[in-house]
């Protein structure tokens, strides 16, 4: 079995010109009156706007899909320090993502991230799953790693490491990234031997974020 996360969920006018180039009086006009100043003004001013928006809001939007917004609503921990598990999340996941420049908060950002649910139970894959991720969405179910943690004898620094390796491994199944063949984040396993991005996930994600 994949306990990491059971299985990666891969369900994807110009005709006033011509009539004016057909008219010789238009375009012999020496008063130029046929394209009046107003309708020039006009179109400044409708290319002023278009440059605005393209300025203003496509920055906007490339920026706004890189946050990760770690929500733990729906985490209920009682075998370990919830205020722990959650602040080591936090850390790990903002160091593994902090070089492609996203962002990672625990407040809805706004309207388009990468929503990912910390807590619960798989509600689809039977006990051995540990989380899994599609398009914007991931869910990390801490109550499987826990009781996968509590059966090893893990200390709680063991289980908040598992679930942050596991946040920043379903961020990157969000991201598009797939599997890694050896260790690195996006390899599947109860804890990754190596917490660094492997070299085709670096570049995989620099060209998703846009960076490269
Ligand atoms: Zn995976």
Redesign the pocket.
């Known amino acids: 079995m994949d306990p990491?996360?059971g299985r990666?969920y891969d369900p994807a006018s110009l005709h006033k010109y011509n009539y004016a180039a057909n008219n010789p009086v238009n375009i012999t006009d020496p008063g130029g009156q046929f394209f009046s100043f107003s309708s020039v003004m006009i179109t400044i001013a409708i290319i002023a706007v278009l440059a605005t928006i393209a300025f203003v809001s496509l920055p906007y939007l490339f920026a706004h899909k890189d946050n990760i917004y770690l929500d733990f609503s729906e985490m209920k921990m009682t075998q370990y320090d919830p205020t722990f598990i959650q602040n080591q999340t936090v850390a790990m996941v903002t160091a593994d993502y902090m070089p492609y420049k996203v962002t990672v908060t625990t407040t809805q950002p706004g309207s388009s991230y990468k929503h990912l649910h910390i807590g619960g139970t798989s509600w689809w894959w039977g006990e051995d799953t540990f989380?899994?991720?599609y398009w914007n969405n991931g869910y990390v179910y801490t109550d499987h790693m826990v009781a996968y943690g509590v059966s090893l004898g893990a200390s709680q620094n063991d289980v908040a490491t598992a679930i942050g390796n596991t946040a920043s491994?379903?961020a990157g199944?969000s991201f598009t990234l797939g599997?890694d063949s050896t260790a690195h984040i996006?390899q599947?396993g109860w804890k990754t031997d190596d917490r660094t991005w492997s070299d085709d996930s670096k570049k995989k994600l620099e060209k998703v974020l846009g960076l490269k």
Do not use: I, L, P
């Open positions: 990491f996360e990666s989380g899994f991720a491994h379903e199944h599997h996006m599947q």
